[in-house]
C-alpha cells in the first residue's frame, strides 16, 4: 500500500521558523497534487497549501508571504517551509498526497505531526 510519513515539527518561538516534509512510498505510479492541511484546537481542519504535480502552488491567504510549499518529485516528498511564525500558526499538520496506483487516483494522508509556536 501508500504511506505518507512526516516529520520536522516541533516547538518554536514566535516569528522563528520551522520546515516540514511528508514522504511517500509505497505502491506509487505517479503523484498528482500534494500539500497540507492543518487542524488548530478546537477548530475544523483547514487548507494551509497545495501544489500541482507541475508545480502550480496555492496558499491560504493566512500563511500567504510567509509559508512555501515545495516538492521533490524523484523522492515523492513534499515541503512546507514555514517562516515567521505565529501562534495562531499552532496546530497539528496534515500532509496529503493524491496519488496514482494500481487501484486508481486515491488520497492518502499523512499521521499529521505537531506544530507549537510560543514564547
Known amino acids: 500500500q501508500v504511506q505518507l510519513v512526516e516529520s520536522g515539527g516541533g516547538l518554536v518561538q514566535p516569528g522563528g521558523s520551522l520546515r516540514l516534509s511528508c514522504a511517500a512510498s509505497?505502491?506509487?505510479?505517479?503523484?498528482?497534487?500534494m500539500g497540507w492541511y492543518r487542524q488548530a484546537p478546537g477548530k475544523e481542519r483547514e487548507l494551509a497549501a497545495t501544489?500541482?504535480?507541475?508545480?502550480?502552488?496555492n496558499y491560504a491567504d493566512s500563511v500567504k508571504g510567509r509559508f512555501t510549499i515545495s516538492r521533490d518529485n524523484a523522492k515523492n516528498t513534499v515541503f512546507l517551509q514555514m517562516n515567521s511564525l505565529k501562534p495562531e500558526d499552532t496546530a497539528v499538520y496534515y500532509c496529503?498526497?493524491?496519488?496514482?496506483?494500481?487501484?486508481?487516483?486515491?488520497?492518502?494522508w499523512g499521521q499529521g505531526t505537531q506544530v507549537t509556536v510560543s514564547s
Open positions: 496529503f498526497g493524491n496519488i496514482h496506483t494500481y487501484s486508481g487516483d486515491v488520497i492518502f
Open positions: 509505497g505502491s506509487i505510479f505517479s503523484i498528482n497534487g
Open positions: 501544489i500541482t504535480g507541475g508545480g502550480r502552488v
